[in-house]
C-alpha cells in the first residue's frame, strides 16, 4: 500500500473511532510500529492547521481544527495535489494511460513520462497488478510491442473511478459548471447525502469522459439492481446532462451513473424498492442456515428486515464498493454465534456473485440474523394448544403435565371441555389434543388424538407432524397446470399461459405488458430448463401459480424440454400470503435441482404436481 493511501486508510479508521490502539492500527493497515508512526508525523505535515493526529498512551486521536477544509482532503485533496514522486498518483497515471490507449504502451515511453526510472515503473505495474486483482481485467506484455489492459468497459470505469479519478481534477470547462449545478439542484430535492453526491458527480465524469471517446457499456450490468430510473428527480438530471453535452445516454449508461445512489443505507432509501428477484440470493443462504440444523428462525420476519440492506449489498459487491468499518470487529466478539452462521451462509452468496464478501458486509449482515433471533425469541417462544377432554381436573393436569415435559415448557395450554368446545374457535389454536372426536375444525388446524400419551416418542411424532401440517399448505394460492407437446418459443408458451389467467379474471389487463417486459430485459431461465416469470398482479389477493410443462423437445431456443413457473404476485400480501410466497420459492428451488426429466416423470399432471410440492414441503421442515 503506496504512502497516500495509508494516510487516507489512517484517517478513514480514526473519522469513523473516537480512538484505535496502535495494534489495531497495525491490522488494519498491515504495515510495523515504526513505520505508522513515521506516516503520522509525515501526514500531520500536510494536514497542519486543519487536524491533526495525536497519540494519548497507547491510542491515536484526531483533532478536527477546519471541518470545510478537512472535508475537502477526505474527498480525495491530498491524492490530487500529490505528484509524481508520490507512486499513488505514478500508478494511477499508469492505469489511467493503459485504458486510455487502444495501442500497446512502451515501458520506456511510460518512465520518460513520469520522470522515474524504468526498474521504478516496473515496481510501480507489480503494484497495480495487486491492486486490481477483484476486477476482471488483465494486464499484458507482449515483447517488442509494450502493455495494454485488457477487460470489460464496465471493468474498465470501475478502474476509473476507484484508483484513476482520486488522483486528478476534472478541467473546468463551462459544461462541467452546468453539470455541477445539475447535480446539486438534485442533491436539493432529494436530500441525498453528500457522500453519495461525492461518488455520483466522480461516475459522471468518468462516464462522459468514455463515452465522447465512443466507449460505450454495451450490455446490462449483471445483477444490478437499481430504483432510479423510476424517480422524477434522477430522470430531470439525465435529461439536464444530455442537454448539456448534447448526447442521449442509453439505459445502461443510466444504470451506471445511478450506482452511487443505490450502494449506501442513506435517507434517499426510503424510496427505493428493494431487488424484486432477491430470493435468488436469499434462499441459498436460508438452505446454508437450515442445513446447519441449529437454529430455528422466522424467514419471514428475516427477509422483510434484511432485503434492502441485502439488495444493497449486492450492488456494493458487484462495483467492488467496500464500506466502512463502524464497529471494528466488536460484531464478531460480542454475537460470535450469530457471526459464525453469517459466515456460513454468506459463501452462498459468493458463489453466486462469484466474487469474495469483505468481513465489513458479514458483520452488517449478522446484525439482522441476531435481530431475527431475538424477534423469534420474544414472538415465537410460546405456542398455544388446546387440550378438549372429558375427564377430570386431575387427570386434565397430568395430560398437560406430559404434554409439557414431552414437548417443552413454553407451550401454551387452554383446557376445554366437552361441553365447550363447540362454542369455542380451535382453528385459532396452533394445534388441538383432543380424547374425543371432535367436528367444525378445518383441515388444515392439526388435531392430535391422544390415544399413546405416556408414548413419548410416539408423542413426538405427532407433535413433528403437526408442526409440518402448518408450515405446508397453500391457501391463498390458486394453481394452474398445463402440459404441451408442441414445438414453440419461449415467449409463445408464455403468452398461452397468461392468456386464459386474463380471460377468467385472475389476473389484471396490463399483466401480460408487465411480464413480457420483465422477460425482455433479463431472463429468468435457470439451467436453460426452468423458468421463473413474475409480476405483480393488480387483481388478486390470492397468489396465482401457473405452470408450463413442455415435453417432446418442444422449446424451440433449446431443442429441449423445460418447465415454466408464472407468479402472479398479489402487490399487497398479509404476513400469512408472503409466508406461503416464500414457502413456494423454497419448495420450487428443490424442484429444479431434481432435473427436468425426474420433473416430468415426478409431475406429469397437476395432481402429481400438488402432490409433489406437498410432499417436498414436508420434507424441507423435518
Known amino acids: 500500500m503506496t504512502l497516500v493511501n495509508r494516510w487516507y486508510q489512517l484517517l478513514k479508521l480514526l473519522v ?151 488522483y486528478f481534477s476534472e478541467t473546468k470547462t463551462e459544461q462541467f459548471l452546468e453539470e455541477k449545478q445539475a447535480i446539486k439542484h438534485f442533491q436539493k430535492k432529494t436530500n441525498a447525502s453528500k457522500q453519495e453526491i461525492t461518488l455520483l458527480t466522480k461516475v459522471i465524469g468518468i462516464s462522459l469522459n468514455r463515452i465522447s471517446s465512443n466507449y460505450l457499456l454495451k450490455k446490462p450490468i449483471n445483477r444490478y439492481s437499481g430504483c432510479f430510473e423510476y424517480i422524477q428527480e434522477f430522470n430531470e438530471l439525465i435529461t439536464r446532462l444530455e442537454e448539456i453535452y448534447e448526447l442521449t445516454l442509453s439505459q445502461y449508461e443510466k444504470d451506471f451513473i445511478s450506482f452511487p445512489l443505490n450502494i449506501i443505507n442513506t435517507s434517499i432509501t426510503m424510496i427505493r424498492k428493494a431487488n424484486s428477484d432477491l430470493r435468488l440470493y436469499f434462499d441459498p443462504m436460508i438452505t446454508r442456515i437450515r442445513r446447519l440444523d441449529l437454529i430455528d428462525l422466522d424467514e419471514s420476519f428475516l427477509y422483510q428486515e434484511m432485503k434492502q440492506h441485502l439488495s444493497l449489498l449486492i450492488n456494493r459487491v458487484i462495483f467492488r464498493y467496500r464500506l466502512t468499518d463502524l464497529f471494528y470487529g466488536e460484531i464478531e466478539k460480542k454475537y460470535p454465534f450469530s457471526y459464525q452462521i453469517t459466515s456460513e451462509c454468506i459463501q452462498a452468496l459468493e458463489a453466486i456473485l462469484q466474487h469474495k464478501i469483505s468481513k465489513v458486509e458479514i458483520s452488517y449482515l449478522t446484525l439482522y440474523l441476531e435481530l431475527a433471533f431475538r424477534y423469534q425469541k420474544e414472538h415465537f417462544s410460546s405456542k398455544k394448544v388446546a387440550i378438549v377432554h372429558t375427564t377430570g381436573k386431575g387427570t386434565a393436569l397430568m395430560i398437560q403435565r406430559q404434554i409439557k415435559r414431552i414437548l417443552g415448557t413454553d407451550i401454551q395450554i387452554t383446557h376445554i371441555s366437552e361441553e365447550q368446545y363447540e362454542k369455542v374457535d380451535l382453528n385459532k389454536y396452533f394445534a388441538v389434543f383432543t380424547t374425543i372426536p ?66 377468467g379474471y385472475y389476473v389484471d389487463q396490463e399483466f401480460e405488458k408487465r411480464i413480457l417486459k420483465r422477460e425482455s430485459q433479463q431472463s429468468t431461465f435457470v439451467n436453460k430448463e426452468f423458468a421463473f416469470p413474475h409480476t405483480t398482479n393488480q387483481l388478486s389477493r390470492h397468489i396465482v401459480l401457473s405452470v408450463g410443462l413442455i415435453t417432446d423437445q418442444g422449446l424451440a431456443e433449446t431443442g429441449g424440454n423445460g418447465v415454466i413457473f408464472l407468479f402472479a404476485i398479489p402487490e399487497e400480501m398479509t404476513a400469512e400470503v408472503e409466508n406461503e410466497l416464500f414457502e413456494l420459492y423454497d419448495i420450487l428451488f428443490e424442484l429444479i435441482k431434481m432435473g427436468i426429466d425426474e420433473f416430468i416423470e415426478l409431475a406429469p399432471t397437476k395432481e402429481s404436481f400438488l402432490k409433489l410440492i406437498k410432499s417436498k414441503g414436508e420434507r424441507l421442515h423435518e
Not at 89 to 110: C, G, P, S, V
Not at 453 to 479: C, M, N, P, Y
Open 16 to 166: 469513523a473511532h473516537k480512538k484505535v490502539s496502535i495494534q489495531e492500527v497495525q491490522k488494519e493497515i498491515k504495515t510495523s510500529n515504526q513505520t505508522i508512526k513515521k506516516d503520522i508525523g509525515e501526514l500531520n505535515e500536510e494536514i497542519a492547521g486543519i487536524a491533526k493526529i495525536i497519540q494519548k498512551n497507547k491510542h491515536f486521536e484526531l483533532e478536527i481544527y477546519d471541518f470545510d477544509f478537512f472535508d475537502e482532503i477526505m474527498q480525495g485533496k491530498l491524492k490530487t495535489a500529490s505528484d509524481f514522486n508520490s507512486a499513488s498518483k505514478r500508478i494511477a497515471y499508469l492505469l489511467n494511460r493503459l485504458i486510455e490507449t487502444e495501442d500497446f504502451l512502451r515501458m520506456d515511453d511510460l518512465s520518460e513520462e513520469v520522470g522515474v526510472s524504468r526498474g521504478t515503473v516496473v515496481k510501480d505495474l507489480k503494484t497495480l497488478k495487486e491492486m486490481i486483482n477483484d476486477f476482471d481485467v488483465k494486464i499484458t506484455g507482449t515483447p517488442n510491442k509494450g502493455l495494454r489492459i485488457i477487460g470489460d468497459e464496465l471493468e474498465l470505469r470501475l478502474l476509473l473511478f476507484y484508483f484513476v479519478s482520486p
Open 438 to 503: 371432535l367436528k367444525n375444525v378445518n383441515e388444515e388446524t392439526p388435531v392430535i388424538h391422544l390415544t399413546n400419551l405416556f408414548d413419548d416418542s410416539w408423542l413426538r411424532a405427532q407433535w413433528q407432524k403437526a408442526k409440518k401440517k402448518r408450515l405446508v399448505g397453500f391457501h391463498s394460492t390458486v394453481f394452474f397446470y398445463q402440459i404441451w407437446k408442441e414445438k414453440k418459443t419461449y415467449q409463445e408458451y408464455l403468452n398461452k399461459l397468461v392468456a386464459p389467467l386474463i380471460r
